[in-house]
DNA sequence: ATGGTTTTTACTGCGTC
DNA sequence: GACGCGGTAAAAACCAT
C-alpha cells in the first residue's frame, strides 16, 4: 500500500564504482577522498581532484564555445551562434550547399525549368568542391583519421588537432613522396601525445595501413618540419586505461599516480619507456592494494614485456619506499 | 655506419596451490 | 604438475652521434 519514498535501491551501496557514494552532492569544490582541490578538465569532460586523481564527475558538457579559436581576431569577431567550423571536414563545413527541395526562398515551388538549372548548379558545385587535388587527399585523410580515431576510442578534440597538423603538413608541401596515409597515422599520433591521451605505437600500427617502420619515419619528419613540439608522453596518461582494461579499482589507481610521481622524484624516470613505467606501477599498485593480477596480464593489456615490468617496478618501490604515503 | 642504452626473447630455478 | 614470480644472457630495437 504505502511505500516509504526514502528508500533507494540498494545498489548504490555495494560496488564503489567512481562516483555514486554521493550521487546529489556534489556543491563542494572539495575531493571527496582527500580533499584536494578539484578542478574541471573541459577537454577529457571530466572534473578530477588535484591531489589523488579522483576522477568526480564524467561525461560533463562542455561549457565552452563549441568552435575554436585559432587567433585572436577570430576570437573576436566569433560569437556563439551558426555552426561552428571544423577541421574535420576538408572544407572546415564553410562551404556553399545548394538546397535540395526545390523551393525558393517564400517556399515557393520552381518552375521545371529552375529545377533543371537547379541541378546543374549542384553537380558543378559538387565537382568544383572536390576539384583540386590538395582538397580531394584532405578529405581522404580526414576519412583516414576519422577512422583510426574512432578504432583507437581518441575523443574529438585529439581528432581536431590531427586534422590541424595534417593540414598543416599539407599546406607546406610535406606530402610528396610520403603516403596519405602514412601522414595521417602520424599526425593523429603527434595529436594524440600532445593532448596527453597517447597511444602506443602498436596500437597505432594495429589500426593504420601503414607499417611501422613508415609511421616512425613519418612521424618524425613531420615532428621536424613543423616543428611540433611534443614531450616525452607522461606515463600517468597510460595509467587510467590500463587500470581499467584490468578492472582494478580507483585506490589501486591512485596509487600507481603516487609511485610515478615518486619516481619522477628521484629521477628514476628518465630514458625509460613511459608505457613500460605505467604498466610497472599498475602491476605494483595492483599489488599494494591486494588486488590480484599477474604480471602477464599487465604486459598483455599494456604490450608490454614480463621483463621489462619486472625490472620498472622493482625501481619504483625502490623509490617510492623512502616516502609512504 | 657505430656504439651505447633499453626492451625483448628465451630459458632456468624456486615456491605454492 | 601447472602457475606465478624472479633472475640472467644474448638478441633486437632504438637513438644520438
Redesign the pocket.
Known amino acids: 500500500m504505502s511505500e516509504s519514498p526514502t528508500r533507494t535501491s540498494e545498489r548504490v551501496q555495494e560496488r564503489n564504482r567512481t562516483t555514486e557514494t554521493e550521487e546529489e552532492s556534489e556543491e563542494a569544490d572539495v575531493c571527496p577522498e582527500c580533499s584536494g582541490n578539484l578542478v574541471a578538465d573541459a577537454e577529457h569532460g571530466e572534473t578530477v581532484c588535484e591531489e589523488c586523481g579522483l576522477v568526480v564527475e564524467e561525461d560533463e558538457i562542455d561549457p565552452g564555445p563549441e568552435w575554436r579559436a585559432f587567433d585572436s581576431s577570430e576570437r573576436d569577431q566569433k560569437s556563439r551562434v551558426g555552426a561552428p567550423t571544423t577541421n574535420m571536414m576538408h572544407d572546415k563545413g564553410l562551404s556553399t550547399n545548394i538546397g535540395w527541395q526545390n523551393k525558393d526562398a517564400y517556399g515557393r515551388q520552381l518552375s521545371a525549368s529552375q529545377r533543371e538549372k537547379m541541378q546543374r548548379l549542384r553537380t558543378w558545385n559538387e565537382r568544383f568542391r572536390t576539384r583540386d587535388s590538395k582538397e580531394r587527399n584532405l578529405k581522404q585523410a580526414l576519412g583516414e583519421i576519422d577512422r583510426m580515431a574512432s578504432a583507437l576510442g581518441l575523443p574529438e578534440n585529439v581528432r581536431e588537432t590531427a586534422s590541424v597538423i595534417y593540414r598543416r603538413a599539407l599546406d607546406e608541401d610535406l606530402l610528396p613522396g610520403r603516403s596519405i596515409e602514412g601522414v595521417a597515422t602520424a599526425s593523429l599520433y603527434a595529436a594524440a601525445r600532445q593532448a596527453g591521451n597517447p597511444r602506443s605505437?602498436d596500437e597505432m600500427e594495429r589500426v593504420s595501413r601503414v607499417g611501422?617502420m613508415e609511421l616512425?619515419r613519418t612521424y618524425r619528419y613531420i615532428i621536424r618540419e613543423l616543428s611540433l613540439e611534443v614531450q616525452p608522453a607522461d606515463p600517468k596518461s597510460y595509467v587510467p586505461r590500463f587500470a581499467s582494461e584490468l578492472d582494478l579499482s580507483d585506490e589501486a589507481e591512485m596509487r600507481a599516480r603516487q609511485l610515478l610521481d615518486a619516481a619522477a622524484e628521484t629521477g628514476a624516470i628518465?630514458?625509460?619507456?613511459p608505457v613500460?613505467l605505467a604498466a610497472a606501477a599498475i602491476y605494483a599498485a595492483a599489488l599494494l592494494t591486494n588486488e590480484k593480477?599477474?604480471?602477464?596480464e599487465v604486459s598483455e593489456a599494456a604490450?608490454?614485456?614480463?621483463?621489462?615490468i619486472?625490472?620498472?617496478?622493482?625501481e619504483l618501490l625502490e623509490a617510492d619506499g623512502g616516502v609512504p604515503a
Open positions: 605505437l611501422r616512425t628518465s630514458g625509460k619507456s613500460g593480477v599477474t604480471q602477464s604490450d608490454i614485456s614480463e621483463v621489462t619486472r625490472n620498472r617496478y622493482k
